[in-house]
């Protein structure tokens, strides 16, 4: 078994970055609800514990509190922000309201420099109401801001550590670093999270669920259902049966690109299949976000079935289900966190389905997914190319899906698209060969159901608008509108509005996720 840290969600919007900075360094880690059963988070043989941040106050009547088991086990310990509260309420030191909290981006001063805190520290993000009066017995403080006279705490012979700051996020100097020197120097895990193994660790559970049964693969031509079927054909070979639907819902050439690549670069021949008209006349009327996303994959599933019972009904269907969708999709019980909107591949899958699900990528993060496809052979177009939800242009194409909304839609995503392409801008590539910092996460066209007044060669015209949306992202849970050029702008406004009917107002999303997504619907 993979040497794993856990890490306890406490309710921080944080968490899954916890988990996913703490893979950085090679060390499997996985996140659980912080009152998750003591054998559930046991189950991965965890080297140690890290407890996230959370709302509210420790002390508080009904705050959430360290489970026994965690302080029981003896294993390191590693408390963030609320995490680090809890530690300290929960071995006798002292946690008290501060009158104005610490938020933002601080200096901290090492004060006792320690091979999990060295003294080269600077820049830390803070958010935390409360503030640490005293020490548990046995602590050390090791670090102070401005604000915040214990910053940081050690306790070298339990192991227990807190940081009043956030070290899984970006704006933390060296954070993915302490979080690497907690998982391999004090819990002693070994850096063994590799493509390698996730890839042999896959096969193995493929091979264990799928035994010499047959598998169909649903690739809709985004990274996720590839690298999933990549990952499955691996495992199984032709006992995988691969289909392609072609909904109507995607962008330009989009179909021959992905057949092409299979075929080409793992000899896995696709089905395709032309589903066109079937998608069109299930989605006429209607507009509502959620009825669509239901719709489409209540269809897939269906087309699916069809296809099955043609190949003389393989028992399982692969999905390229990743870590975020199901968290965010609230389908597992890993996470304390709102569901925002239901994915295609995981929440709207219909109740009486007659096939068994393979989700090889289940426990992946995005990046991850990427380094696996690469390590298995695919092209890096296909690997890097930016991501495409399930439901494809539906939900970019607000309002009622017609097809001449959707060509004029997939006209200007092409033209927003090459643009990008051309001016070195779009595709997602990975950080260390990253040349630009406004690359582009996701960029893609969106025709809203406004009609505005406009002017052409001196003629009224009264017709739709698109919305430019261009993110900067690295895991798709928070993004940042990408700052993109003004005359890179004007010139795929411009090519919009001539070169594509119907619309004659371009409009350029300046929303950050949160508050918006990243979609539109
Ligand atoms: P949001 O809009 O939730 O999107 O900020 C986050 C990322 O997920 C993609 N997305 C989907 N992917 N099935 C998918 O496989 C879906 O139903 C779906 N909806 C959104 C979105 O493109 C972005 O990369």
Redesign the pocket.
């Given at each position: 078994m993979t040497d794993a840290i856990a890490v306890l969600d406490f309710g921080s919007q944080y968490a899954q970055l916890i988990a996913r900075r703490v893979r950085e360094s090679n060390v499997y880690s996985e996140l659980f609800p912080c009152d998750a059963p003591e054998q559930q988070v046991m189950s991965i043989n965890p080297k140690g514990i890290i407890m996230s941040g959370g709302p509210g106050s420790v002390f508080q009547p009904g705050a959430r509190q360290i489970p026994a088991y965690v302080l029981q086990s003896g294993l390191p310990i590693l408390g963030i922000c609320y995490g680090m509260q809890a530690l300290v309420h929960a071995l006798g030191g002292t946690v008290s309201a501060s009158p104005e909290g610490e938020y933002g981006i601080t200096s901290l001063e090492v004060v006792k420099a320690t091979t999990f805190l060295p003294a080269s520290q600077q820049q830390v993000l803070m958010s935390h109401g409360d503030t640490i009066e005293e020490l548990p017995p046995g602590f050390t403080n090791l670090a102070r801001t401005g604000k915040s006279p214990i910053a940081a705490m050690g306790d070298p012979h339990r192991n227990y550590y807190g940081l009043l700051f956030h070290p899984e996020v970006r704006h933390t100097q060296g954070g993915a670093e302490i979080l690497r020197r907690f998982a391999i120097d004090i819990c002693g895990a070994k850096a063994e999270w590799t493509p390698e193994s996730i890839i042999n660790q896959s096969v193995e559970s493929i091979h264990q669920q799928v035994g010499a049964r047959r598998a169909l693969a649903a690739v809709?031509g985004?990274v996720?259902?590839s690298v999933a079927a990549a990952l499955v054909h691996r495992a199984i070979g032709d006992q995988l049966v691969a289909v392609f639907v072609d909904t109507g819902l995607l962008r330009k050439h989009e179909g021959l690109q992905v057949t092409q690549a299979f075929k080409e670069y793992l000899g896995l021949e696709l089905i395709a299949v032309d589903a066109r008209q079937e998608f069109m006349d299930a989605l006429r009327g209607i507009i509502d976000p959620e009825e669509k996303?239901k719709i489409i994959g209540e269809r897939f599933i269906r087309i699916f079935e069809a296809q099955a019972r043609q190949l003389g009904l393989p028992e399982f269907l692969v999905q390229?289900?990743?870590y975020?969708?199901v968290v965010?999709s609230r389908a597992s019980d890993r996470s304390k966190s709102d569901r925002?909107?239901?994915?295609?591949?995981v929440g709207?899958l219909p109740d009486q389905m007659q096939f068994e699900l393979v989700e090889p990528l289940r426990y992946l993060f995005?990046d991850e997914v990427r380094v696996v496809g690469e390590a298995l052979g695919l092209p890096p177009d296909l690997v890097w190319r930016?991501?495409?939800?399930?439901?494809g242009l539906a939900?970019r194409c607000l309002g009622e899906i017609t097809p001449e909304r959707l060509t004029c839609l997939r006209a200007a995503d092409e033209i927003l698209t090459s643009e990008l392409r051309a001016a070195g801008l779009l595709n997602i590539i990975p950080k260390e060969r990253l040349t630009t910092a406004t690359a582009t996460?996701?960029a893609f066209a969106v025709l809203l159901p406004v009609q505005s007044v406009g002017v052409m060669g001196d003629q009224r015209t009264y017709e739709e608008v698109i919305a430019l949306r261009a993110v900067t992202t690295e895991d798709?849970?928070t993004?940042d509108w990408a700052r993109l050029p003004h005359d890179l702008l004007a010139r795929i406004a411009n090519r919009i509005v001539n070169e594509v009917g119907g619309v004659n107002r371009v409009v350029y999303d300046i929303t950050a996720?949160p508050p918006?997504?990243?979609?539109?619907e």
């Open positions: 809709s985004g996720d259902s996303r390229g289900t990743i975020p969708d965010e925002i909107k239901t994915h295609h591949n709207g995005k930016q991501p495409f939800p399930g439901p939900v996460a996701q798709f849970m993004a996720k918006a997504t990243i979609e539109w």
